[in-house]
């Protein structure tokens, strides 16, 4: 088969990069994109020369279509097909409900709902096209199907991320859709320095993304719907 191409926004730092580092050992052709374009270019051209792999840096912001476009139309010229994208670009802000910042609030959903929303519509005629069966990811979170006091803005983008998962996967039936739902997981995510080590029930990026991997590999028939990753130290909350 010839290489396949993955597409990951919010790939400058954090889960984006593990994610993009464990496609590209698995011999994807790699797109990555964030707005912070030196690092995802830099990252690209490393990994290329580490795997072999063509790769593709650009700047993505996810709030701007037009941005989008530009880079899928990048990955087009490029490697001639989208096999996998992942949907991974999020930011996150708490606090009680009461007295939330309100412009922190559409930020969220800028980027978390509406982002996820513009990436799988600029690139589902692509999926659709692809050589294997093109498979979506979107990156949500533990909390998408629960609630917790502090998180309500940020856990209801997730718990719309999780609706938009399943109305794409209804919708495009040949595609496979999957929920990646990370736990609580080390990174700048939300502010946290990513250089702490991790405390018990904290995953590392790594993790995560090496979890990934049943993914990205599974046989073209297979459909894995929703991935839940945790730390074997966090609580078990449903
Ligand atoms: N860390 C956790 O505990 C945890 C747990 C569950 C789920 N998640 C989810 O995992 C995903 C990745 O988060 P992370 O932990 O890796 O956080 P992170 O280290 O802060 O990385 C976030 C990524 O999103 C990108 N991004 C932010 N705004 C963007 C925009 N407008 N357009 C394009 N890219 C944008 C950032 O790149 P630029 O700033 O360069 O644009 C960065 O690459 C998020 O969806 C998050 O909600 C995280």
Same mark, same amino acid.
């Given at each position: 088969?010839?290489?396949?191409?993955?597409?990951?926004?919010?790939?400058?730092?954090g889960l984006g990069v593990a994610v993009a580092e464990v496609a590209a050992a698995e011999g994807f052709d790699v797109a990555l994109g964030a707005?912070?374009?030196d690092a995802v270019e830099r990252l690209a051209a490393d990994l290329a020369d580490e795997h072999g792999v063509g790769g593709l840096g650009m700047?993505?912001?996810?709030?701007?279509?037009?941005?989008?476009?530009?880079?899928?139309?990048?990955?087009?010229?490029?490697?001639?097909?989208?096999?996998?994208?992942?949907?991974?670009?999020?930011?996150?802000?708490?606090?009680?409900?009461?007295?939330?910042?309100?412009?922190?609030?559409?930020?969220?959903?800028?980027?978390?709902?509406?982002?996820?929303?513009?990436?799988?519509?600029?690139?589902?005629?692509?999926?659709?096209?692809?050589?294997?069966?093109?498979?979506?990811?979107?990156?949500?979170?533990?909390?998408?199907?629960?609630?917790?006091?502090?998180?309500?803005?940020?856990?209801?983008?997730?718990?719309? @991320?999780?609706?938009?998962? #399943?109305?794409?996967?209804?919708?495009?039936?040949?595609? &496979?859709?999957? =929920? +990646?739902?990370?736990? *609580?997981?080390?990174?700048?995510?939300?502010?946290?320095?990513?250089?702490?080590?991790?405390?018990?029930?904290?995953?590392?990026?790594?993790? @995560?993304?090496?979890?990934? #991997?049943?993914?990205?590999?599974?046989?073209?028939?297979? &459909?894995?719907? =929703? +991935?839940?990753?945790? *730390?074997?130290?966090?609580?078990?909350?449903?």
């Amino acid at each position: 088969m010839s290489t396949r191409t993955l597409a990951i926004t919010g790939a400058s730092r954090g889960l984006g990069v593990a994610v993009a580092e464990v496609a590209a050992a698995e011999g994807f052709d790699v797109a990555l994109g964030a707005r912070d374009a030196d690092a995802v270019e830099r990252l690209a051209a490393d990994l290329a020369d580490e795997h072999g792999v063509g790769g593709l840096g650009m700047r993505c912001d996810v709030t701007d279509v037009a941005s989008i476009a530009s880079f899928r139309d990048a990955i087009i010229e490029r490697f001639g097909r989208l096999d996998v994208v992942v949907a991974n670009a999020g930011i996150g802000s708490f606090g009680p409900m009461v007295g939330f910042d309100s412009d922190a609030f559409d930020a969220m959903f800028a980027v978390n709902v509406r982002g996820v929303w513009a990436t799988l519509s600029a690139v589902a005629d692509d999926l659709e096209a692809a050589p294997t069966r093109g498979t979506a990811i979107l990156v949500s979170s533990d909390v998408s199907d629960r609630v917790f006091p502090g998180g309500g803005p940020y856990v209801a983008t997730k718990h719309a @991320v999780r609706a938009l998962a #399943r109305t794409f996967q209804q919708e495009h039936p040949q595609l &496979r859709v999957c =929920e +990646l739902r990370p736990g *609580s997981t080390r990174s700048s995510f939300a502010g946290q320095d990513p250089t702490t080590p991790s405390g018990e029930g904290v995953l590392s990026s790594t993790d @995560v993304a090496r979890t990934l #991997r049943v993914v990205l590999t599974a046989p073209d028939d297979v &459909r894995i719907e =929703e +991935l839940v990753v945790r *730390s074997a130290g966090q609580a078990p909350d449903y």
